[in-house]
């Protein structure tokens, strides 16, 4: 299985910040590179898709970079909205995995 | 647009058969390139794929459940379904139904909580 490494675990920012999330695979996933946003009690959103291709009606303040095993999401100026945990997922094969989630909250 | 909602028992013994049903609306579970799939999330903990079927009926699974799991496609009702055989406290998550048309998962389901205990 590929393994999925999220870093930090959690965060604490303010509106306006500029946050960035990483994500390690275990191995080459080429840019089989997808990034959900979940909120309490919510199913998971899907934000970027190939590493770094917006998912419509997202907002272009969510970019996404990387490719082989190091991936970025960056939120370039944190609004309230976007407290909430992201998730990573590698989709190069199965059995698909995710990281395990970075939790963003407010200083 | 497609839309998925899941049921089935909140509850269910240890030892027993855990059921659910997604029922798909907006597309049909037969056509298309579509990966009906099933994952789910332990209350606090991250995300498992649990596994899909394709629309052609090849399937696959996660190699931690293959031995208790199947997952099914019924046409005539526009529905897919799992089945997770002897359930333990382990099993005890929010399950998820989505599709996947590329690589990614959209939409997904609102999700429904399953508990395993007696």
């Known amino acids: 299985d590929i393994q999925m490494t999220q870093s930090p675990s959690s965060l604490s920012a303010s509106v306006g910040d500029r946050v960035t999330i990483t994500c390690r695979a275990s191995q080459s996933i080429n840019r089989y590179l997808n990034w959900y946003q979940q909120k309490p009690g919510k199913a998971p959103k899907v934000l970027i898709h190939?590493?770094?291709s917006l998912q419509s009606g997202v907002p272009s303040r969510f970019s996404g970079s990387g490719s082989g095993t190091d991936f970025t999401l960056t939120i370039s100026s944190l609004q309230p909205e976007d407290f909430a945990t992201y998730y990573c997922q590698q989709s190069y094969n199965t059995p698909i995995t995710f990281g395990q989630g970075t939790r963003l909250e407010s200083k | 647009q497609v839309q998925l909602q899941e049921s089935g028992p909140g509850l269910v013994k240890p030892s027993q058969t855990l059921s659910l049903t997604c029922t798909v609306s907006?597309?049909?579970?037969?056509?298309?390139?579509?990966?009906w799939t099933w994952i789910r999330q332990p209350p606090g903990k991250g995300l498992e794929w649990i596994g899909h079927i394709h629309y052609s009926d090849n399937f696959d699974y996660n190699p931690s459940l293959k031995s208790r799991l199947t997952i099914l496609k019924d046409t005539s009702k526009n529905q897919f379904s799992l089945k997770l055989t002897s359930v333990t406290a382990a099993d005890s998550a929010v399950y998820y139904c989505a599709t996947s048309y590329s690589s990614w998962f959209d939409p997904w389901g609102q999700g429904t909580l399953v508990t395993v205990s007696s």
């Open positions: 907006g597309a049909s579970v037969n056509s298309g390139d579509y990966y």
């Open positions: 190939a590493a770094s």
